[in-house]
């Protein structure tokens, strides 16, 4: 196993006390329940947000923890969903009059965790909203889903909704609004390797030298079909091409674009994918007025990429826009 | 080959592209001279900062041009210098009137098509100073270079003279101010995977299944020595004690810490690194003041990291604090 890892029972709690250790002003780790939180949350005057899945997604969702995107993050172990106490836990030292929203990607292990969570901090009097995001267009139903799984396209809804909440907008618009960007957002993902989970110790799944996985889930679990490793532009026009005619996306239209890293690809070829993208898009008479290229949502170590697209308006851009500070930052 | 690539040779131009199309108002892309610069450069009241150096570093250095960066980068092919010509168009391009500072990592190919770009731009009655980085400790001499690597730590040496020059200093304080933070500042990398040049098709140097390689540079040339993969608080140990012994950095001192990946390795695990060396630190009674965690200096794909120690001082720190624009983003 070609990872930077000491004991892999330790793997989470070891990173989680790294980010901790590198914001001590912004960001507070409460180790009992594995939980990154704002150390200024909560707050009466905003909707907590609350983001929680399995780890080894990295930046989402402990890395994106501040002001402008999430209140707190729950992780489980890696690729295995939050226990659901502590979801309740973390729902219970976030919580506010204004309430709180669960942002849940749809998997079914993580929504079940969210589903109690929520069921029993609403028994402690605690007003709790949940939305799902369910943007990837490779697969109807998946091994690890009942309908489409959610993937990097929960970057939008949680910066929309972050940004929102941190202008005192009320848990019922922040629901409509969640659901509404999740409605305008589409993502297809593929792989060039696997992942390695660090207590397992070898690659997640097999491809062979000359293969790739076309939809491929965040875990690694299958997606459309396996094939013969194509150049860079017959991949992202594969993926443009099921992500723009899903939802669809018109001539016309505006639009985010997101090239995301799966964890092993470096940046030099997200922007390689990028270009075509863009070139692409232009050519079908859509316009980029956005774009985000690096790694968002990743797979462990996977080499590989997805693309997302977001129908915009001017509320939205202005969403987008709008200040953030989060862990991950170069300067 | 497991990498995104169309032609080998059209990687750069491809990616540059890429860069260009996702930051249209404030980048522009000259094909001619496979140069990268500021859409506002140059400018009469500040000296412009440029950069080059093979491709495969990336960020560094073409996705590290704007406000407060370089005011331009020259990038030549993977892992090759620029050529001397695009060296001196580079230069004339970006021409003032109060100069212009080449910075150029002490790698042998690089300082020579410098030095002749730098004579023939003299020629044209340019003034022109040049600052060596020479960051690296791993090794005295090494197969690429006469003395110490230039590595990660070019990205303090920028930060700071980017936003020094933003602020009007003149060509001789920056060539001082350049000269002074890359004297305090140290760095050491290692590898647990080689890189994929696409040209070549193959991984840039062997290593076994449980082997890794400590003082690797950022070409994959070899390092120290090649030992047994060891665990992620071993190797930080290792790089802490090599890096902090060298200054040598020393109880007391306020320093600013880098955890850089090398290209194929996801942010997760740098945390995990991170983690490790704020502690080892603060055992020693050095203060991180001061915290970079990301991919800032990569060598391709390559699966690795490099630890860096700046020792700071509070106008340095305003430097590293003051804004700046790239295209590596997040928000």
Known sequence: MKKFVNDPKQYVPEMLTGIALANPTTLRYVPEYNLIMRADAPSDKKVSIIQGSGSGHEPAHVMIVGRGMLDAACPGDVFAAPPMDYVLETTKLLATPMGVLHIVNNYTGDRMAFD????????????????????????????????????????????????ASEQGADLDHLVDLAKRVNSVTRSMGMALTSG?????????????????????????????????????????????EAVASDLPF??????????????????????????????????????????YVGSYCTSLDMAG??????????????????????????F
């Open 305 to 330: 990429c997805s693309l997302t697209l977001v129908r915009l308006d001017d509320d939205l851009v202005k969403l987008l826009d709008a200040p953030a500070e989060v862990a991950v930052r170069i």
């Open 196 to 240: 390695t989970v660090p207590a397992a110790g070898r690659p997640n799944f097999e491809l062979g030298d000359d293969e790739m996985e076309m939809g491929v889930g965040i875990h690694g679990e299958p997606g459309r079909r396996r094939e013969k490793l194509a150049s860079a532009n017959a991949i992202i026009d594969e993926l443009l």
């Open 116 to 163: 109690m969570g929520k069921e029993m901090a609403e028994a402690e009097g605690i007003r709790i909203e949940t939305v799902i995001v369910d943007d990837d267009v490779s697969v109807k139903d998946s091994t690890w889903t009942v309908g489409r799984r959610g993937v990097a396209g929960n970057f939008f809804v949680i910066k929309a909704v972050g940004a």
């Open 250 to 291: 018109k001539s016309g239209d505006n639009v985010a674009l997101m090239i995301n890293g799966l964890g092993g690809t470096p940046i030099s070829e997200l922007y390689i994918l990028y270009g075509r993208a863009h070139q692409q898009l232009e050519a079908r008479g859509i316009k980029v007025q956005r774009n």
